[in-house]
């Protein structure tokens, strides 16, 4: 096994052998890894094609697996460790349907490689993830590219990280039914250790962009809440977007400029244009954020980060009091550079830029200040940006 693959299973799980026996027989043959991510600047923006600028955290998705060879049924078994839920998933005979809950995310890429005509053969698998659940950090595409790398290893197929990622976003709004844009897939997929990954999500062109200061960290703060933030609210937001493109006449938002979205204030209605206002604006600083990181500025980096955090609170609408306080109380702590809510919104998580050797005491002030605000903890972790996942055997043949 690879030293990466080592180093991201002892993350989450410390003995391959040992997960897989909490469940099934027999000694397991591979083992997929897949990171979550966190958006460092460029949020609701994906699904209008526009510019993003997420990175790989050292927090993954582990999927521990055997071929089975008995004379049982054509399925595929998997137990989650987290859910504590063990689910059948035929492979044999027909179209493979959805199943509820977490288990719609494999169901989903497993459908996506039978309709490519790539069927595994029967297996035994047992996930355990670190990924926070439900915290805008992409547990489910971490989940899907887990489970995309296992099946097209076990199926000898040769798949590129971004088409992979197709597939598993396809996957998510197949069978889960969430229309969620491409980045979290491809950033779980596709990132490179030390950088962030500059993603038009239009045509699917990557940039690494390097994390170039080994003095900084990213603090990944938790706020604990989950508030309405159901498929209903993320579908709005996303068919507010393609309302704004039509009356624009444009195919995708991100061509819009910011003079016809304020130039067409009135046809847009005050919701639509705000909504536009935010991706057209948020399109602008990913680009000069990735721009900013080569060149060492910091600074701007921070300045970039809290319009962003405004933009998502005031015109699109996603954040809540917990995250203003998180941010808030972040960017009144010394060493840090920038501050924002990330992911969905609604509740999750908060991105920080935090010097090394301040980290730990800014940290603690967060974690108080965010007690005292709310009457809540928050849960806090540091990361450097990460790999992108990867699959191997246990045995060290490939």
């Known amino acids: 096994m690879s030293d990466s693959i080592s180093r991201h299973v002892s993350l989450s799980s410390p003995d391959p052998a040992a997960l897989f026996g909490r469940r099934f027989t027999g000694r397991p043959r591979f083992v997929a890894v897949a990171p979550g991510r966190v958006n460092l600047i460029g949020e609701h923006v994906d699904y209008c094609g526009g510019f993003v600028l997420p990175m790989a955290i050292e ?3 582990t999927i ?6 008995d004379a049982g049924p054509a399925v595929a078994r998997l137990h989650s460790v987290v859910k504590g839920e063990t689910v059948e998933i035929p492979l044999a005979a027909g179209p493979i349907l959805p199943l509820p809950g977490w288990a719609a995310y494999v169901t989903g890429v497993l459908a996506g490689f039978q309709a490519r005509g790539l069927v595994p053969p029967p297996f035994d698998a047992v996930i355990d993830s670190s990924v926070p659940l439900g915290g805008g950090l992409s547990s489910s595409a971490s989940l899907e590219v887990a489970v995309a790398l296992l099946v097209a290893r076990m199926a000898n197929a040769a798949i590129a990280p971004l088409d992979l990622a197709v597939l598993c976003q396809q996957a998510e709004h197949d069978h889960a039914g969430v229309p969620c844009g491409v980045m979290d897939q491809c950033a779980a997929a596709a990132s490179r250790a ?6 038009d999500c ?4 990557v940039e690494h962009v390097p994390f170039a200061r080994n003095d900084v960290l990213v603090v990944v703060a938790d706020t604990n809440v989950r508030h309405a933030l159901v498929a209903g609210g993320y579908a709005q937001r996303r068919a507010d977007c393609e309302a ?26 005050d919701t639509v244009h705000r909504r536009a206002r935010h991706v057209v604006g948020e399109i602008a600083r990913t680009r000069a954020a990735a721009a900013a990181l080569t060149a060492g500025r ?3 980096v921070g ?12 015109d699109f609408e996603v954040s809540c009091p917990e995250l203003d306080a998180l941010v808030e109380l972040a960017v009144a702590q010394p060493g840090v550079i920038g501050s924002r809510m990330t992911g969905g919104g609604f509740g999750g998580c908060t991105v920080t830029l935090v010097e090394e050797p301040r980290a730990a005491a800014a940290m603690a002030a967060i974690a108080a200040g965010y007690r005292s605000r709310t009457g809540r903890d928050c849960t806090l972790f540091t990361t450097r940006p990460a790999a992108g996942g990867s699959c191997r055997d246990l045995d060290g043949t490939g």
């Open 202 to 205: 239009r045509s699917l062109a």
């Open 244 to 269: 704004a493109a039509r009356t624009l006449g444009l195919p995708l938002l991100r061509d819009a400029t910011g003079a016809d979205v304020d130039a067409n204030r009135v046809l847009l209605g």
């Open 59 to 61: 927090r993954f998705t």
């Open 298 to 300: 910091w600074p701007e």
């Open 303 to 314: 300045a970039l980060m809290a319009a962003s955090h405004a933009s998502l609170r005031d």
């Open 194 to 199: 030390g950088h962030l990954l500059l993603l």
């Open 64 to 69: 521990v697996a055997a071929p089975r060879t």
